[in-house]
């Protein structure tokens, strides 16, 4: 194992793992905003008690906003919310001012209407190269619809169709 791997390589053989499209929400630095950023890499821990993991960029903002305020909710993108992953993702303002697009679940606010939301207070976090690995105990989940899901797949949105 002596050839290094590019990064660019290892982006592009990431890519090939279909997966959804979540947006992980937490309070921005005001109390008035909302801090948001798409990601992929998400994932259930375990069942008792209930834990999930995200894995967030050490130099993304999301990363200090979740350390300082300790929790951060994970919500599960309908196809049709591809306008709302778009909005969190990249290097743009990831702050959300328009509050019909969210709501609260305590003092952890989620995006309204996606196919899931689930609300976690800071279990733990490791340390994982560039990332930080980030699990939550679930605090509380709202499923708003068990159809349609958003995709991701060779740096690209699809639609997985109608599963009911």
């Known amino acids: 194992m002596d050839n290094p791997i590019s990064i660019q390589e290892f982006r592009t053989a990431m890519g090939l793992f279909a997966t959804g499209v979540t947006v992980v929400t937490t309070m921005g630095n005001d109390r008035d905003h909302v801090h948001g950023m798409t990601a992929n890499a998400f994932a259930s821990v375990s069942l008792d008690p209930p834990l999930i993991l995200v894995s967030v960029d050490r130099r993304a903002e999301s990363h200090a906003l979740i350390l300082k305020n300790r929790g951060f909710a994970v919500n599960i993108l309908r196809e049709d919310q591809e306008s709302v992953s778009r909005q969190f993702a990249g290097k743009a303002d990831r702050s959300l001012f328009d509050p019909s697009q969210f709501e609260r679940a305590g003092d952890i606010p989620v995006i309204a209407r ?8 800071l279990w733990a976090d490791y340390d994982g190269g560039d990332h930080t690995l980030f699990v939550g105990r679930v605090q509380s989940l709202q499923i708003h619809d ?19």
């Open 114 to 121: 996606c196919l899931c939301s689930i609300a976690c207070t």
């Open 146 to 164: 068990a159809n349609n899901p958003l995709m991701y797949f060779r740096s690209g949105y699809h639609k997985l169709g109608r599963a009911d």
